[in-house]
C-alpha cells in the first residue's frame, strides 16, 4: 500500500471514529440528570410554566432524536451549537480558550521529552551505578505522585513561601504588559503547571528511554558496530539512540492528544484559562452544547494528533513498510 492510500484510509477512519464520538457524547451527556434551566432556578421556586417556557425557547424541550438531528445538521456547516450560560456561539468560546490549551500541553510535552530522555540516556549509560538507582527512583516517584497534590505543593512552596513564581491565572491582573514583557509574564505563569503536569510524563518518558536503550544496546548491529572500531558515542548516538527513539516517538503522539484533553485537573488547580477549565465549569452549569462542543473540538484534535504520528512514524524508521 502506498503512503497516499494509507493516509487516505486512515483519514476516512478518522472521520468515522469522529462521527461515533459525537453520537455517542451526545445521547451520554444527555443521561445526566438536570439541564441548564435546572442550573439556572436552583434554590428558588419557579412558576412552572415560565420553566416550560424557558425550556421551549432553548429547544431543550424537543424529543431527544429531534435533538440530535438538528445538533448533526448543524455540524455540516460547523455550527457547534450555542452556549446558554455564556451567550455566545460554541466554537467561537472554544477556540477562543484553546490556544492557552495547546501552549500549556506543548510546554508539558517539551519540558517531559528533554528531561525524561536526557535522565533516561543518563540512567542507559550508567546501568548498576548510582546514577541509574538515582534516575530509576526519581522517575517512579514522578509517575506515581498526583499531580494536582503535586502542584498545590510546588504552588505552597514558589508561590507562598519563596514567593518567587506566580501562582494562578495564565497573565498577571491589571499590569497591562505588551510583547517581551507580555511574554515573559505568560512564560512566568507557565512554569508550575508545567512541573505539576509534566513530572508524571518525564517520568515515563525517562523509564521508555532507558528500557529500549538496554534492548538496542544488547543488539546484533550495535555488537558489530563496536567490533569495527566504532567510538562509543558514535555507538550510541549514531545505532543505540537513534534506534530506541522509535518507542519515544510513537509515546509521544500518544501523550500530545492526551494532554490537550487531559489537562482538565491541572487547569482548574492553576485557574489556567483553557479547555479543561471551560469543560469543568460546562459540567458544573449543566450547559450541554458547551460541554459536547468542548469534547468533540478536543476529540477531534486528539485524533489529528495519532494521525500524524502514524505518518511521521512511517518517515523515522524507513525499514517500516505501510501494509494494509
Known amino acids: 500500500m502506498s503512503r497516499l492510500s494509507y493516509i487516505g484510509e486512515r483519514l476516512f477512519r478518522s472521520v468515522f471514529v469522529i462521527f461515533l464520538i459525537m453520537v455517542a457524547s451526545f445521547f451520554l451527556i444527555r443521561l445526566a440528570p438536570g439541564d441548564i434551566v435546572d442550573f439556572l432556578m436552583e434554590g428558588g421556586s419557579p412558576d412552572p410554566e415560565y420553566v416550560a417556557a424557558l425550556r421551549r425557547s432553548l429547544g431543550i424541550d424537543r424529543p431527544l432524536w429531534e435533538q440530535f438531528l438538528r445538533y448533526a445538521g448543524g455540524l455540516l456547516s ?19 480558550r484553546m490556544p492557552a490549551t495547546l501552549l500549556l500541553a506543548a510546554s508539558v510535552l517539551a519540558f517531559a521529552l528533554v528531561s525524561g530522555v536526557a535522565l533516561g540516556i543518563v540512567a542507559a549509560r550508567s546501568l548498576g551505578r548510582w546514577q541509574d538507582s538515582a534516575v530509576t527512583a526519581l522517575s517512579l516517584l514522578g509517575y506515581a505522585t498526583p499531580n494536582f497534590w503535586l502542584g498545590l505543593m510546588i504552588v505552597l512552596l514558589f508561590a ?19 510583547g517581551l514583557a507580555h511574554a515573559g509574564d505568560v512564560a512566568a505563569h507557565l512554569v508550575l503547571p508545567t512541573i505539576a503536569l509534566g513530572t508524571h510524563y518525564m517520568g515515563v518518558f525517562a523509564r521508555i528511554t532507558r528500557a529500549t ?10 555488537k558489530a558496530a563496536r567490533a569495527k572500531g566504532i567510538t562509543e558515542a558514535q ?13 519515544v516517538v510513537t509515546y ?21 484559562p483553557g479547555v479543561g477549565r471551560l469543560a469543568y465549569d460546562s459540567i458544573a452549569s449543566r450547559d450541554h452544547p458547551l460541554l459536547l462542543g468542548t469534547f468533540l473540538v478536543t476529540s477531534v484534535l486528539v485524533i489529528l494528533i495519532n494521525l500524524a504520528t502514524d505518518i511521521v512514524y512511517t518517515f523515522v524508521d524507513p525499514r517500516i513498510e505501510v501494509k494494509g
Open 213 to 222: 536503550m538496554i534492548d538496542v544496546a544488547d543488539m546484533d548491529f550495535v
Open 235 to 247: 555507538v550510541v548516538w549514531r545505532h543505540v539512540f537513534r534506534n530506541a527513539m522509535l518507542a
Open 78 to 96: 460547523l455550527d457547534l451549537g450555542y452556549s446558554f450560560r455564556m451567550q455566545e456561539p460554541v466554537l467561537d468560546i472554544v477556540l477562543a
Open 252 to 272: 509521544t503522539g500518544v501523550q500530545a492528544g492526551h494532554l490537550v484533553s487531559g489537562t482538565v485537573l491541572i487547569e482548574t488547580v492553576f485557574s489556567w
Open 160 to 178: 507562598v513561601w519563596l514567593d518567587i513564581l506566580p501562582p494562578f491565572g495564565m497573565t498577571s491582573i491589571g499590569m497591562g504588559y505588551t
